[in-house]
Structure formats: structure tokens, C-alpha cells
Nanobody, 124 residues
Framework: QGQLVESGGGLVPPGGSLRLSCVAPRMITSVYNTYNMKWYRQAPGQQRELVAS???????DYVDSVKGRFTISRNNSLKKVFLQMNDLKPEDTAVYYC???????????????WGQGTQVTVSS
């Protein structure tokens, strides 16, 4: 508990932008660097879906519905991952969760952590 802390959610009109942040305050940097980082979202009544991911080497991937609008990035020295969301649409409304998964080839003990979530609401 408390391994990941998200921030940056809020209410924004359609076409607006938000930047989500997720920090891992309890991880030492060398361990954080061995984790793949992911953003998920869950809308009311729907299953949680993977939105974007970034590997330890910086390789990124996105669900089709956000390609060209969302950008995931990470700053290992700060132990943070970001999700820049542009041109937001009402269908992007959801609780957004950060997840840290240890890389399979990590020398450290495996780990899989979730944040508490941050609400994003896109509405006029």
C-alpha cells in the first residue's frame, strides 16, 4: 500500500488537456528502473482497460482509441511516470490507475503494484 501515488486528474471540457503523474515514493531508484509502467482506466460499469505502457527501455504502446492523443513518458531519476492527455473526449472519462510491474529479467524480487486512482472527467 502506498507504493504508487497518482495525481493530476480533474474536470476538463472536450478538447482539453490533462497531465497525470504517478510517483513511487517508497522504491529506491535502482529498483524503479527495473519496472515496466502502465496506465489503466476504468469507466463506470466497464472493465478496467490498459491505456498505455512504457517499458524499462522506454518502448511505448497505446490502445488504439488514444493513439495520437496520449503520450506516456517516464523520469527514472524522479521515479515518476506521466500520461499527457490531449484532445480529451467524453469517452475518456474514467478513473485512471498507475501500475508498476517488475521486468521478468529483473534481479530484484518480483513486484506488481497499483495506485489508488485519479478521476478524469471530460464534460462541458
Amino acid at each position: 500500500q502506498g507504493q504508487l501515488v497518482e495525481s493530476g486528474g480533474g474536470l476538463v471540457p472536450p478538447g482539453g488537456s490533462l497531465r497525470l503523474s504517478c510517483v513511487a515514493p517508497r522504491m529506491i531508484t535502482s529498483v524503479y528502473n527495473t519496472y515496466n509502467m502502465k496506465w489503466y482506466r476504468q469507466a463506470p460499469g466497464q472493465q478496467r482497460e490498459l491505456v498505455a505502457s512504457i517499458s524499462t527501455s522506454g518502448t511505448t504502446d497505446y490502445v488504439d482509441s488514444v493513439k495520437g492523443r496520449f503520450t506516456i513518458s517516464r523520469n527514472n531519476s524522479l521515479k515518476k511516470v506521466f500520461l499527457q492527455m490531449n484532445d480529451l473526449k467524453p469517452e475518456d472519462t474514467a478513473v485512471y490507475y498507475c501500475r508498476a510491474q517488475s521486468s521478468p529479467d529483473s534481479a530484484y524480487m518480483p513486484g506488481d503494484y497499483w495506485g489508488q486512482g485519479t478521476q478524469v472527467t471530460v464534460s462541458s
